[in-house]
């Protein structure tokens, strides 16, 4: 059985909207100067991340978890059900909404919907996202997209760094430009577009808009998550339970000293999104620094962890 941490290399993602923080802030070598997204965790196969190093080097995490369920006390068939990313939104995203499970299935042949959620890692002044929108049933939700009526539709946020979103299968959203996010979602890539403010890409051509699906899987009304899970303090670390629910849980550990964690689920995957530290695996110390991400696989039972970082930490 494996008993140390499964380092992983990202997937950096050119977008329309993207920016340069993913060079900036986390040191990732990005393609161009329209990056938008580092899949760190993914074993999808539009952006499966490789491991760096150890008994795996070289391995996808979809080729770990089909050959060796082993690490992930793998159940069933299915595919790897989870994917995290980082964002970098230097423009706004289009305003979209992603299907459900049995939506996904019937209707694009896919293993899994996309529920998701957002921890954030940094927004510009006065920086906002749309999350749900204003319509009270389905009729009106068709009047307001037919007539273009998006300022009355869309709810805006206002956010800070540190806030945390959870955006169910069928809410409409968009992340807003200056906002950096962590997101742990279902391992998929289907999204609906709903608006994209008429932008076109560097040929002149609008973007596709997939209003008759994105019809049929809005969530009307739209209702707000009421996420409120606490705190727990322990010697050397805060963990502050940020959403328990049908597909993940997600946590933010803040480590401030010497400390030792015992792990009861399957397997965890950690990133680290501030300072820099240690962890301890059965007797072998891995510095962690901004920006690292990896998998603790199962059967790792107690880790020690040291330093002064903060850490999302998530698991199915």
Same mark, same amino acid.
């Given at each position: 059985?494996?008993? *140390?941490?499964? /380092?992983?290399?990202? #997937?950096? !993602?050119?977008?329309?909207?993207?920016?340069?923080?993913?060079?900036?802030?986390?040191?990732? *070598?990005?393609?161009?100067?329209?990056?938008?997204?580092?899949?760190?965790?993914?074993?999808?196969? $539009?952006?499966?991340?490789?491991?760096? *190093?150890?008994? /795996?080097?070289?391995?996808?995490?979809? !080729?770990?978890?089909?050959?060796?369920?082993?690490? /992930? $006390? +793998? %159940?069933?068939?299915?595919?790897?059900?989870?994917?995290? %990313?980082?964002? =970098?939104?230097?423009?706004?995203?289009?305003? !979209?909404?992603?299907?459900? =499970?049995?939506?996904? +299935?019937?209707?694009?042949?896919?293993?899994?919907?996309?529920?998701?959620?957002?921890?954030v890692l940094g927004a510009e002044e006065g920086a906002n996202l749309i999350l749900g929108h204003n319509a009270a049933d389905k009729n009106e939700f068709e009047k307001m997209v037919e007539e273009g009526e998006w300022e009355q539709l869309f709810r805006y946020v206002k956010v800070q760094k540190g806030d945390f979103i959870y955006v169910p299968s069928g809410t409409i959203h968009a992340i807003g430009?200056?906002?950096?996010?962590?997101? #742990?979602? !279902?391992?998929?890539?289907?999204?609906?577009? #709903?608006?994209?403010? =008429?932008?076109?890409?560097?040929?002149? $051509?609008?973007?596709?808009?997939? @209003?008759?699906?994105?019809?049929?899987?809005?969530?009307?009304?739209? +209702?707000?998550?009421? @996420? =409120? /899970?606490?705190?727990?303090?322990?010697?050397?670390?805060?963990?502050?339970?940020l959403v328990k629910e049908k597909y993940f849980t997600v946590e933010k550990w803040e480590v401030s000293a010497d400390t030792e964690y015992a792990i009861s689920a399957d397997f965890l995957q950690v990133d680290v999104i501030e300072g820099q530290g240690s962890i301890v695996v059965a007797g072998e110390e891995y510095e962690l620094t901004k920006g690292v991400h990896f998998i603790l696989p199962n059967g790792v039972g107690k880790i020690k962890l040291g330093g002064d970082m903060e850490l999302i930490v998530s698991h199915p």
């Open positions: 059985m494996l008993k *140390e941490p499964i /380092f992983l290399k990202p #997937v950096l !993602q050119e977008r329309i909207w993207g920016g340069t923080k993913l060079r900036e802030e986390y040191g990732y *070598e990005i393609p161009s100067e329209s990056t938008g997204e580092a899949w760190v965790i993914s074993a999808h196969p $539009n952006g499966p991340s490789t491991v760096t *190093e150890g008994e /795996f080097a070289g391995e996808t995490l979809g !080729q770990l978890w089909e050959n060796h369920g082993e690490l /992930f $006390n +793998k %159940k069933t068939d299915g595919e790897y059900p989870l994917l995290v %990313k980082i964002l =970098d939104a230097a423009d706004d995203l289009s305003v !979209q909404v992603h299907p459900d =499970d049995q939506y996904a +299935k019937e209707v694009e042949g896919a293993p899994y919907g996309k529920t998701e959620c957002w921890y430009r200056g906002i950096t996010i962590l997101e #742990v979602q !279902q391992s998929s890539d289907i999204t609906y577009r #709903v608006y994209d403010y =008429d932008r076109t890409d560097k040929d002149g $051509n609008t973007r596709e808009l997939h @209003l008759d699906r994105a019809k049929d899987v809005t969530n009307i009304p739209h +209702k707000d998550a009421n @996420l =409120d /899970f606490g705190t727990s303090e322990k010697d050397g670390m805060t963990i502050r339970q």
